[in-house]
């Protein structure tokens, strides 16, 4: 029991400073790969790839922005920085080669601050000299991150202890074993309080005894979608003679259900994830559909979307086993927010199924 208490305590401290970044908006992952390339997903789907040089791999290149360091005739003049800009955030990512060169050299005074205060900064070197430089601490202080991320370095090394300690005086450490960190936009009215972060390049295991409910819930999700996905706009407007709800209420309400259930958790354990709250009304007079317009293959996709950011943001779950109550979450145990949130799609879709057979459901 102590063993349990230890692994959620140490959770939840090792998050307290996440709270920089404001729990507003929709979050996106922040992933870096051994190949030294780092990838960014929304929560709608969209996905960007850069190398470690911050060249375009694939995704939507919209995002991906080339931004001069310097102006004039300078040494920063032909230094490029990447930044990645989408759903209000801002990464920005200063390759090995530039960090090293600007880090040899004394920084020019026309190095520009950042348009707006970022989000995110990426030093991709390994070279700890550079990344401590009198140079490369100025563009920390001049581009004003919350979060600086120095992925050329191992979580729990000498080198990023080394690296952050010339950082701690307005910064916190937090070395993330696994790949992939949440993001979001920064709300101006919390104070910024910034972060110095190394990431391992390996994604998180999840335990098979849990990964056996996730992809049990998953599938629930998956045949719902099937089920759903047919139906034209004017079948999930339908509103049964018998008094019952509409087919989109049933997909707004599974889909609410879940996200809000999952989002409480990941949010108790990292405050940057925000509480998201999309429940329909409960009872059919007072239910207004947020999207009339949609047929079903879109509101499948919301499902989708969903299910997908229950997974990509599991890693929040280590920790905590199927048989703990999780942090936040109104539920007695992980598992029994799992196998209910399967039946939930189970039940609703078969509700919904019935309403095929009413004589005024409409054909088509």
């Not at 950042?114 to 989000?119: I, P």
């Not at 191992?154 to 074993?177: M, N, T």
């Not at 399967?342 to 088509?364: G, I, R, S």
Request: charged share 20%; glycine share 6%.
């Amino acid at each position: 029991m102590m063993h349990r208490v230890l692994i959620l305590l140490i959770a939840l401290l090792g998050s307290t400073g996440a709270s920089a970044m404001a729990a507003t908006g929709e979050p996106l992952a922040l992933q870096k790969w051994p190949s030294g390339e780092i990838s960014v997903e929304s929560h709608s789907g969209q996905t960007v790839r850069i190398n470690d040089q911050g060249k375009w791999v694939s995704g939507d290149q919209d995002w991906v922005h080339s931004v001069s360091i310097g102006t004039g005739d300078t040494a920063a003049q032909s230094a490029v920085a990447t930044d990645i800009r989408g759903d209000g955030v801002t990464i920005r990512m200063v390759s090995a080669s530039v960090t090293d060169q600007l880090g040899g050299q004394q920084l020019p005074a026309d190095v520009q601050p950042a348009d707006a205060k970022l989000d995110v900064l990426i030093l991709a070197s390994t070279n700890a000299d550079a990344l401590v430089s009198p140079s490369i601490q100025t563009l920390v202080t001049r581009w004003d991150p919350l979060l600086v991320v120095f992925s050329g370095l191992q979580p729990g090394s000498d080198s990023f202890a080394s690296v952050s300690e010339q950082y701690l005086s307005e910064s916190q450490s937090r070395s993330i074993p696994h790949n992939t960190l949440a993001i979001c936009a920064a709300d101006p009215e919390m104070p910024r309080t910034r972060q110095v972060i190394a990431m391992g390049d390996q994604a998180w295991q999840m335990p098979a005894d849990l990964e056996k409910l996730f992809a049990a819930m998953e599938s629930s999700c998956e045949n719902s979608q099937q089920v759903f996905a047919k139906l034209s706009t004017a079948q999930m407007n339908f509103k049964p003679s018998n008094g019952t709800h509409t087919p989109r209420w049933n997909t707004e309400h599974m889909m609410g259900r879940q996200l809000q259930f999952f989002s409480q958790i990941y949010h108790a354990v990292d405050p940057v994830v925000p509480v998201m709250n999309l429940n329909p009304k409960q009872m059919p007079p007072d239910y207004q559909a947020a999207h009339p317009e949609w047929d079903g293959a879109a509101e499948a996709k919301q499902m989708q979307l969903v299910s997908d950011f229950c997974r990509r943001f599991a890693y929040l779950l280590d920790g905590i086993g199927p048989d703990q109550k999780a942090p936040g979450s109104r539920w007695p145990s992980l598992r029994a927010l799992l196998v209910q949130m399967n039946h939930h799609y189970d039940e609703h879709t078969a509700n919904t199924v019935k309403k095929f057979e009413l004589p005024d459901w409409p054909a088509k």
